[in-house]
């Protein structure tokens, strides 16, 4: 292959790449991306902190946490997530971000029974029946997986092994 060869396979592709530049519409992620030249992915996860945080939580729960029905386990998830920088802050250390909500949880009948009330909701909705809610002053139902004294219990329980 002579030089001239080159020079024409070089002329070749730098026509073929901007025939496929100009068909193509650019999008801001691309611009933005083009800007840092992938400097947002050196040393860093590709996955949001958020994301990361949940899912070691997720992970350390599923092997410290016994949910037979998994309605309790999917609303503690759903509650956590709804603290962000609690999130944030406990990255890498999913039992002390558990144990921080739990404290909160423990320490408030009204969130309890608030937990408690979206725990039967869950169940309901898994279960396509209806939940059973404990009233003040009655017995809960003999069929109710989820009462306020086991759900405290539960949760005492998953304190103790933060």
């Given at each position: 292959?002579?030089?001239h060869?080159?020079d024409?396979?070089?002329?070749?592709?730098?026509?073929?790449?901007?025939?496929?530049?100009?068909?193509?519409?650019a999008?801001?992620?691309d611009?933005?991306?083009?800007q840092?030249?992938?400097s947002?992915?050196?040393?860093?996860?590709?996955?949001?902190?958020?994301?990361?945080a949940?899912l070691?939580?997720?992970?350390?729960?599923?092997?410290?946490?016994?949910?037979?029905?998994?309605?309790?386990?999917?609303?503690?998830?759903?509650?956590?997530?709804?603290?962000?920088?609690?999130?944030?802050?406990?990255?890498?250390?999913?039992?002390?971000t558990?144990?921080?909500?739990?404290?909160?949880?423990?320490?408030?009948?009204?969130?309890?029974?608030?937990?408690?009330?979206?725990?039967?909701?869950?169940?309901?909705?898994?279960?396509?029946?209806?939940?059973?809610?404990?009233?003040?002053?009655?017995?809960?139902?003999?069929?109710?997986?989820?009462?306020?004294?086991?759900?405290?219990?539960?949760?005492?329980?998953?304190?103790?092994?933060?």
């Amino acid at each position: 292959m002579t030089h001239h060869d080159r020079d024409d396979d070089r002329d070749e592709n730098r026509r073929i790449e901007q025939e496929i530049r100009g068909q193509r519409q650019a999008s801001l992620a691309d611009a933005l991306a083009g800007q840092d030249n992938g400097s947002h992915l050196k040393g860093a996860s590709p996955t949001p902190v958020l994301k990361r945080a949940m899912l070691e939580i997720g992970q350390w729960l599923s092997q410290h946490f016994l949910d037979n029905e998994g309605s309790l386990m999917a609303v503690i998830l759903r509650r956590l997530q709804q603290r962000p920088e609690q999130l944030e802050a406990g990255l890498g250390t999913p039992a002390v971000t558990v144990a921080a909500w739990l404290d909160i949880v423990l320490a408030s009948d009204p969130i309890l029974e608030d937990l408690v009330r979206e725990v039967d909701m869950e169940w309901g909705r898994r279960n396509q029946e209806r939940p059973f809610f404990e009233r003040p002053g009655q017995e809960p139902h003999p069929d109710d997986p989820y009462t306020r004294a086991g759900v405290r219990h539960q949760l005492a329980d998953l304190r103790g092994r933060c």
